[in-house]
């Protein structure tokens, strides 16, 4: 008996086969993805200084009752940026795998009429 891993690797929900079927990313998710990684950048970079400042030197910022909570507060949600980041870049890295992938893998639509068609219907 092979160990059910190995089935299940078989089956048809393998990982390289899921990839393979995956759609590309549309021009709009690859446009948000660049602007993401713009704007979390910059909001990383401000919120570790904020966050620096906190808890350094927290009488410049006035209006904060708890600086270490406002500091680590800070440092979460660059942490959240920073997955954004992530998150973009895989979105662009595999929009550039993709369209450097031969057109025969790319099996999303193939066969499907277009829309408005009526190639589809039985002749009468």
Request: hydrophobic share 40%; proline share 10%; aromatic share 10%.
């Amino acid at each position: 008996h092979p160990p059910p891993c190995r089935e299940a690797c078989r089956g048809p929900y393998h990982a390289m086969d899921v990839l393979a079927r995956l759609p590309p990313p549309g021009p709009r998710s690859v446009g948000c993805a660049k602007c993401c990684v713009v704007f979390a950048s910059t909001g990383v970079v401000f919120l570790c200084i904020v966050g620096n400042l906190l808890k350094t030197q927290p009488l410049y910022i006035l209006g904060v009752e708890h600086p270490s909570r406002a500091s680590n507060n800070c440092f979460g949600a660059a942490w959240i940026y920073f997955s954004i980041i992530t998150l973009s870049i895989a979105v662009l890295t595999y929009d550039h795998v993709y369209a450097a992938a031969p057109a025969r893998s790319r099996r999303y639509g193939a066969g499907t009429p277009a829309y408005g068609s009526i190639s589809y219907k039985s002749a009468e």
